[in-house]
């Protein structure tokens, strides 16, 4: 499947900027940075699941949001770019 992953750390204490450093970590593992804050990933349902536990072992609550969209098959081939934004292959699931 592919996602697009957003997350908003709130980052005004110690604990913040490191669960923010924490949540750039983990999805690393799962796809590609295309923006500071944001992900495009090929997984399957079981990774997906496991992406969502180290996610809700990270963030606060309170303080943090993660949205995760689900995109239509071959969704990554329809996005519209404009500035720097290059393509980025997607084949297969991207776990590292």
Known sequence: MQL????????TTPEGRRRLRQMAKLCEGYGHRVQKSVFEITCTDAELLTLLDGAQRI???RDDSVRIYRLPRDGFTTVHRLGIAEPIPHHEPLIL
């Open 59 to 61: 963030i606060e609550p």
């Open 4 to 11: 697009l992953l957003t997350y908003d750390v709130a980052t």
